[in-house]
């Protein structure tokens, strides 16, 4: 390991991070995950840096054994990160321009295949990591449960088992027995038809070889013969395995036409397919995931309370499975992470009634609390109810409601009217832009860093780095291809005071002055302005997606039920109907969407206003610029009055 300038040019830098444990360096889950998958893909198309706030982190021997030596590793120090990567959670990548960095482990990760598979084309094992569709962790951790279990709350949950392996209550947390009942369910996959009807038939088969044997044991006659590999391992898992391996000739014969009884079965009568990996048949990036926090924790778990193992035979048997794999032992071993065989575990191997009993035994425990709502009736009872409580939505008047861009004279990249936008809608684009950009310039002073959440294309960022030269302006989007056109428009520009975090929005972590965000969809609006209030910036935010309004992890709704005082339920019609201000709907309707609107907002504006700030909220001009019209500017330290409610 040798102690290396981070600032010099570098290909594409990779930066994890080392933790801290009782005064000692420790590789957390996260960095364990990324030389795990570095390792399996056998990837070398990056300079990795492990990041310590430890200025004596190199002399320590307790973590590298956890690093391949296939590796190059440098060390660095955090106050020595470049900006873009200081203001992220690691894991984090940097592209070589400087001015582009991807964080958080899904992102991460992906992107460690793209690369490996660029160098080799011929790595198929690394890009099926991807799934069927490519989108394998795609999604970010708000709208996918994926996302959301192998970022979140798995590894914190293994984590929390690992800093008090004695406190039973750790032994067996939500998120481990969620995910025991999930490898418990039916396996839904692509063309499974073929598969299912070949599961039928090695169940004919296996029933007929049992009549015969207990035939023979009736007549006194020896029935010990070899176990058939195809029933011991299961179909499934001769079919996940044979996927795997590119050079075997041991794949499944689905051309192979099927007996006229096979074939007349319906499909509704079919067996269902069992789980070999997490997502279902085949090995994806989430069993990459999944492997270095379940080893951690299963190696602990058999030390402190072997007993509680009976308790996950799916989890068991899917570590086992996991093995079978090409390449997963090697990189395990290089990794230091000896794994368990089947005679290790002390509870023994699971059987089919042990994982039948144990999936049955959790199902109850592990409803989901948050059932799907069906909707009686329209949004006027709860209107009629707050109105009598003196509580409706008053818009504030807009400061500048003619203000606008010099489009005309504006250097083309500037213009939203790349792609296939109509003229009409960059029509409108423009006119939202010069609502956002007007606030944020009346707001921005000499030296702020201005981010723009969910930038997509980066409409208004780039806008803002054209117009605020003086500023630094930072665009966040979780979608790569969204992201790679803003930066090739802002290249065309010549731009400097921009940079580009490709990541979910909450694994930006660095300050700023003022965050910006255009039709954030959903909860998105909530965590933007949330971010806002934790760095104490001003926000000018214009939400969308009322409809996608729910209860997360982070937010409950009503934000501020004290004030805005309906229940959850009577919350979300507000939202449901929120949604119904499309052109093409009658002007009543769209009226009644517009109140909802303004109420959901108010609730959002109060929230803000209970941590100091100052909000008003406000109506786009011209209205017509979009049906999602409203605009909410908070400012810190503004107190907590506000002129976004009427008391009758």
Known sequence: MTQTDPHQEQPECLYLELSSQNEQPSVPLHTSISLFLLSYCECTSFKVFLVSAKPDTQSSQSWKSQVPT???????????????????????VLDETGRYCRAGLAVVLRHIIDRTCE????????????????????????????????????????????????????????????????????VKVHNDDKIRRQKLKQQQKNHQKKISQDLQEDQGTDVTQPQDSQSANGLELQAALAKLYVDSGAVLSTTIRESSDIRKVKTTELPQLEHVFAEGLYFTLTDVVLLPCIHQYLSSLQSHNASALSQLPLLLRWYLQVQEVPGVPRAAQACGMPLSTRKSFTTGPPTIA??????????????????????????????????????EAVFSPHPC?????????????????EGKMSDVRAARKRQQLNNLVAMVTELARPGDTVVDFCSGGGHVGIVLAHTLPDCQVILIENKEESLVRGKVRSAELGLTNIGFIQA??????????????????????????????????????????????????????????????????????????ADQTAVQLPSERRLIGKQCMGLVDLDRSWAAETHGYSVRVMTMEPDSCSPKNNMLVGVAGGGAGGDNYATQ
């Open 119 to 186: 160098a080799d084309p011929r790595r198929k094992d690394a890009a099926s990591l991807l799934g069927f569709k490519k989108t394998c962790l795609k999604a970010c951790a708000e709208v996918s449960q994926w996302t959301r279990l192998c970022e979140l709350s798995i590894p914190s949950a293994v984590e929390a088992h690992l800093r008090q392996p004695t406190n039973p209550s750790l032994h067996l947390p939500s998120a481990l027995l969620n995910l025991e009942k999930t490898l418990g369910e039916p």
């Open 354 to 391: 042990e994982t039948q009993q144990s999936s049955q035994a959790n199902q109850e425990s592990l409803e989901m609390t948050m059932k799907e709502v069906h909707f009686v009736g329209g949004p006027r009872p709860t209107m009629t109810k707050l109105k009598e409580s003196g509580i």
């Open 401 to 417: 409601p003619s203000w606008t861009l010099p489009w005309d004279s504006l250097p083309e990249a500037v213009n939203p009217t």
């Open 504 to 577: 979910n929005l909450d694994y930006f972590t660095g300050p700023f002055h003022i965050g910006v965000a255009l039709h954030a969809c959903g909860v998105a609006t909530d965590m933007v302005v949330e971010q806002c209030i934790q760095a104490g910036a001003t926000f000018v935010v214009s939400p969308c997606c009322y409809g996608f309004v729910q209860n997360t992890l982070k937010f409950t709704f009503p934000r501020r039920s004290v004030c805005l005082s309906v229940s959850m339920y009577e919350h979300m019609i507000l939202c449901r109907f």
């Open 70 to 92: 296939s590796l190059a590793v440098s060390m660095v120090h955090v106050k020595d990160l470049p900006v873009l990567v200081r203001g992220c959670r690691l894991p984090a």
